[in-house]
């Protein structure tokens, strides 16, 4: 337990609270996959959800026609004002082709349709649907901050489980990443970036006005492309992180399709854009070898961390995968972003028209 500030405001757990917070000005948007149908841990965070009583929940939903009506049905069993938003509806994926909006799918995609709908109440709050350690806590903590004159707030927690440290991607990839472009270059937004304690957590609040400006990376980058937004309209003052315990997600392998190498991928090209815009220019040509020095010196830390709490630690595979996330480091390609809603040619209300009209057609 402490209580350090970092460069943004950092609200700790040293009481295990349950803060006072604006959840009936709130929307609550949680993106589910058909993986999450009747699982564990959604079925938890909807429950704590329930007695969390937010103004509306909102369900960005990606998943196959022939699963989507027993899906909405489960959904709206539940005692909450929730709305689904059928994601790759036919309707709805032809209304974003005709505006040039279609294309690439994932969480991010899925997380600005959902936004969309959020837009109309004062608060908006994004999380997680897999944490199979929720608690009714989370939704009032990350709006606290936002209450009391904050503009952004994002959720950072501990990655433990089964007696191994997590949050591979973030510690191994994104921190190395982030201290090796810091170390060559003197720049407010890396500084910003390396205050947040969890930068790839999926849970944050803002202002809708805020919502409303960010310009989402359309699947794995969005944690990063939405820090880099909060960035330029919220800034240090703006912005806050707070504590929500320690969280229990769905693991993934390094390798593979939806692997972490190719993750990082995603946040490589994420993060590269932000600092990009923000007037560094990285020197690609040795930032892959210096990202490797700046994560081998953490490998370090962390298999002395582990040891000090008798948490088992496998210095040679961290490495590995070090090495492996350095072939992710390039300059960003084209940029695949969705446009803020403020600048959309849709209308929010267009789209849930669209979306309804397409989950009618399978119920």
């Not at 991010?108 to 109309?120: E, F, K, N, P, Y």
């Not at 901050?145 to 433990?160: C, I, M, N, Q, T």
């Not at 880099?228 to 800034?235: K, N």
Request: glycine share 8%; charged share 25%.
């Amino acid at each position: 337990m402490e209580y350090v500030q970092e460069r943004v405001t950092t609200l700790h757990d040293l009481t295990d609270p349950t803060p006072s917070a604006p959840t009936d000005r709130t929307t609550v948007v949680v993106p589910m996959t058909e993986r999450e149908y009747g699982g564990l841990a959604p079925d938890r965070v909807l429950s704590a959800l329930e007695r969390v009583d937010p103004a509306a929940v909102v369900v960005p939903l990606r998943a196959p026609a022939d699963r989507v009506g027993p899906f909405h049905d489960w959904l709206t069993g539940f005692d909450l004002s929730l709305s689904v938003l059928w994601c790759n509806g036919p309707r709805l994926e032809e209304l974003l082709d005709d505006h040039g909006l279609n294309g690439e799918f994932g969480k991010g995609r899925d997380v600005w349709l959902g936004v969309g709908q959020a837009l109309d109440r004062e608060f908006v709050a994004v999380h997680d649907a897999d944490t199979k350690s929720y608690t009714a806590a989370g939704v009032p903590r990350l709006l606290f901050p936002l209450a009391h004159g904050h503009e952004f707030s994002k959720g950072y927690y501990a990655r433990v489980e089964n007696e191994r440290l997590y949050g591979r991607l973030f510690r191994l990839f994104f921190v190395p990443l982030v201290r090796a472009l810091g170390a060559a270059h003197e720049a407010p937004v890396l500084r910003y970036l390396e205050s947040f304690r969890y930068a790839l957590a999926g849970e944050f609040a803002a202002t809708a006005d805020l919502v409303a400006r960010l310009r989402p990376q359309r699947s794995w980058g969005l944690e990063v492309g939405t820090l880099g937004d909060a960035f330029e309209y919220a800034g240090f003052e703006g912005s806050a992180q707070v504590d929500l315990g320690t969280y229990e997600h769905d693991h993934r392998s390094v390798s593979g399709p939806t692997g972490l190498s190719e993750m990082c991928r995603h946040v490589s090209s994420a993060l590269l854009r932000i600092v990009e815009e923000a007037g560094v220019t990285p020197e690609y040509r040795t930032l892959p070898d210096r990202y490797r020095e700046a994560a081998e010196t953490l490998v370090g830390s962390y298999e002395l961390d582990a040891a000090f709490n008798g948490l088992s630690y496998d210095r040679g595979d961290e490495v590995r995968q070090a090495a492996a996330y350095a072939e992710a480091i390039e300059a960003p390609g084209v940029d695949r972003r969705l446009p803020a809603w403020r600048d959309t040619p849709l209308s929010p209300a267009r789209i849930a028209e669209t979306a309804d009209a397409d989950l009618e057609e399978v119920r």
